[in-house]
């Protein structure tokens, strides 16, 4: 029997994929996209719902969180990256270690996340099968990377275990992907995964064809461990009788380049500290980048070289990071920071425009995750994955530029509704499926208080 079939009428349909169209529509049939196009074009034996003054765009992609962190929001601030990462290792092992705290504290991001017109989540996780399981119970889009640490070069007492202990959790992954949620695997940074741990893990990953996510290029201090063996990262890592030389290397990307982790296409979340040989590096391999323009400046780890990336043709997809190191998840307004940070950097308006920001949180993100045949735009038979945004309210009149008035008008409000594979989950200020609902706003509050309690008494 055929999928019963949808038309969404609206002022505006912006498929990103193609130009805007005033008085559009889509009609949705199952999960899939049947149609997008003026009104006046469209089938007349579809029922019609008319969502009158809004704007009808692809659900947006957000290519970086860590939802498992979602209870540690306002939990570190005045923290330097450093101390931050210190300490929220420190408590989650203390506060946020059971996968039922882990997989609720997932539900309220994505919770979160759709009210912003957010269905897609890739996420990098330490517990993440426990994500996972929190994405399937929203029943939205997303990857699951699952990271993993051994900053310790030692093949018999970090190397090898890391590597077991990973596939035991892959393997334990795999048995509950779905076509909406895949696994991945995030060996996680220069400072915490020795080059042995990256070569052994690539190896690996080639072999499995798993997608690979990397936090690289992110700060100075990375960079100084990379470079010169020096720093906060050094000097902890020595203070452990471990040798932060073994990982020198020009710049973090050209170590990971020797490492045989570019050769992936990994996502490379960040990018922040690289100069053009660099940036033809990553070029080279095809990787993508997850820019997290608030994430980076509230560590002060620098605004990312925006024209850098564009000379090298590189896709830039748009990341929130943690709300522990952003405090919100809003693509929109991360989009926004991205647009207005690379005309301040670049001295020129002419820097990035609306259209190319809201491309980076839909088309490209769709892309960086590969998964751009199904998501990120608005064409017949990708999955109907779609954000509702209204034009009705006063910030975004008179209505002129609809890419204008999303990212500066909009940035930071609520989506009117958001479909993900032709299931609306979020609509008019309600969830319509959120299981656990009132249970996770009790046990988030728990784990907030416990979150704040072991911080004050944390001493790092
Ligand atoms: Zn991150």
């Known amino acids: 029997m055929a999928e019963p079939s949808v038309l969404l009428r609206a002022a505006w349909v912006l498929p990103m994929a193609t130009r805007p169209i005033e008085n559009g529509c889509v009609i949705v049939s199952g999960d899939t996209i049947d149609f997008v196009g003026s009104f006046h074009d469209a089938p007349k034996s579809v029922p019609v719902v008319d969502l009158g003054d809004a704007a009808i765009m ?3 992609v957000n290519v ?4 498992e962190l979602t209870a540690m929001r306002h939990a570190l601030e005045g923290l330097d990256f450093f101390e931050w990462i210190r300490t929220l290792t420190r408590i989650r092992k203390d506060v946020l270690s059971s996968s039922g705290d882990v997989r609720a504290s997932a539900r309220v991001g994505i919770a979160e996340g759709l009210t912003r017109g957010i269905t897609t989540y890739a996420d990098t996780a330490s517990m993440g099968a426990s994500v996972l399981e929190g994405l399937r119970d929203m029943q939205v889009r997303g990857i699951v990377y699952q990271e993993s640490f051994g900053p310790d070069p030692d093949p ?7 590597i077991r202990r990973l596939r035991q959790q892959v393997a334990e992954m795999r048995g509950r992907q779905t076509d909406m949620v895949r696994v991945g695997i995030s060996p996680h940074a220069p400072y915490s995964v020795s080059v042995p741990l990256y070569k052994t ?3 690996w990953a080639a072999q499995q064809n798993l997608p690979v996510a990397v936090h690289l290029a992110e700060s100075e201090a990375e960079h100084r461990f990379v470079k010169r063996g020096e720093g906060p990262f050094a000097d902890y890592w020595r203070e452990r009788h471990l040798d932060p030389a073994a990982s020198k290397a020009r710049s973090p990307i050209a170590l990971l380049d020797q490492s ?9 979340i960040h990018a922040v500290h690289m100069d053009s040989e660099d940036a033809y590096t990553l070029a080279r391999h095809g990787c993508p980048i997850a820019h997290c323009p608030v994430s ?4 002060g780890h620098g605004i990312a070289p925006w024209l850098l990336w564009r000379e090298h043709s590189l896709t830039v997809a748009i990341g929130t990071d943690s709300v522990a190191a952003n405090n919100r998840m809003d693509v929109l307004g991360e989009a926004r920071i991205a647009q207005l940070l690379a005309c301040g950097y670049e001295r020129t308006a002419a820097a990035m425009g609306t259209a190319t920001a809201l491309k980076m949180a839909t088309l490209n993100g769709a892309a960086a995750l590969g998964i751009r045949e199904q998501a990120g735009a608005i064409l017949p038979g990708y999955q109907a994955d779609l954000a509702v945004w209204p034009l009705d309210g006063w910030s975004a009149r008179p209505v002129r530029d609809p890419y204008d008035i ?3 008008g909009l940035a930071g409000g609520e989506a009117r509704m958001t479909m993900v594979a032709g299931q609306v989950l979020w609509q008019e200020g309600r969830h319509l499926h959120y299981p656990r609902r009132d249970e996770d706003r009790g046990r988030i509050d728990r784990l907030g208080r416990q979150l704040m309690e072991a911080r004050a008494t944390c001493h790092i």
């Open 296 to 299: 980076n400046a509230r560590f």
């Open 58 to 60: 692809p659900g947006l």
């Open 406 to 408: 999303l990212v500066h």
């Open 260 to 268: 045989y982790i570019l050769r992936l296409k990994p996502l490379v």
């Open 64 to 67: 970086h969180t860590h939802l």
């Open 201 to 203: 893990i690539g190896t």
């Open 156 to 162: 018999f007492t970090t190397v090898e275990p890391a």
